[in-house]
């Protein structure tokens, strides 16, 4: 399955994003699915993952609180809604398939040996 994230954009302080997660090729549904970030200048970072049966949710710190991730299967898509956005959030976000490893109460770990990140989608917050 081939993923593309999408849905990023410019927003200002304090606004709010819906990235999307879309497949092609196969179906979401029994995939552990990360959203992930990386800013200029700066490593590659995990945002938050659910789990296959979409029975367990994780965010990192930073955006606890003020992003959902959640799936629609019958889109083939996961979303990660981000609500009260700060200039910190600003970074290209990508989308990944994980094995569990990756995606626990311990963190989102980003999957160094995946290569199917595509371009991602750039969230620029201005303040």
């Known amino acids: 399955v081939q993923l593309q994230a999408s849905g990023g954009g410019l927003v200002q302080s304090g606004g709010s994003l819906r990235l999307s997660c879309s497949a092609s090729?196969?179906?979401?549904?029994?995939?552990?699915i990360g959203w992930f970030r990386q800013a200029p200048g700066k490593e590659r970072e995990g945002v938050s993952c659910?789990?296959?049966?979409?029975?367990?949710?994780y965010y990192a710190d930073s955006v606890k609180g003020r992003s959902t991730i959640s799936r629609d299967s019958a889109r083939n898509t996961v979303y990660l809604q981000m609500i009260s956005l700060k200039p910190e959030d600003t970074a290209v976000y990508y989308c990944?398939?994980?094995?569990?490893?990756?995606?626990?109460?311990?963190?989102?770990?980003?999957?160094?040996?995946?290569?199917?990140w595509g371009q991602g989608t750039l969230v620029t917050v201005s303040s």
């Open positions: 990944a398939t994980l094995t569990d490893r990756y995606c626990s109460d311990r963190g989102i770990v980003v999957p160094i040996e995946y290569d199917g």
């Open positions: 090729g196969g179906t979401l549904d029994y995939y552990i």
């Open positions: 659910i789990s296959s049966d979409d029975v367990n949710t």
